[in-house]
């Protein structure tokens, strides 16, 4: 767990997409929970501005991200989101300090 991956992605949707970006993460979540070195992964709704959600990511290493970037989840997913989404995902990369 010392060399996992830790990322917060940040999605915003349109003006009027929330609900639909909404239906489409939840279930794919739960598929990527599933993804071989996935150690967790949650999704979050900012409570000040619906719309806003971030996911709070753990990979077991590189390669299991890669894994997952490529999984037939995130493949049919990504179009989608691209359509209904205000900007690119933006990924952000941490490292546990303690």
């Known amino acids: ?14 003006s009027g997409s929330e609900d639909k970006v909404r239906a489409l993460l939840a279930p794919a979540v739960h ?19 619906p719309g806003r959600f971030m996911t709070y990511e753990t990979w ?18 990504a179009p989608r989101l691209k359509e209904l989404l205000e900007s690119a995902i933006r990924q952000d990369f941490f490292t546990v300090v303690v």
């Open 60 to 77: 077991a290493n590189e390669a299991a991200l890669v894994r997952h970037m490529k999984s037939p989840t995130m493949m049919a997913l």
């Open 31 to 49: 598929a990527f929970r599933l993804d071989p070195g996935c150690e967790g992964y949650i999704l979050l709704e900012d409570r000040e501005r």
């Open 1 to 14: 767990m010392a060399n996992s991956l830790r990322i917060v992605a940040t999605l915003v949707a349109r």
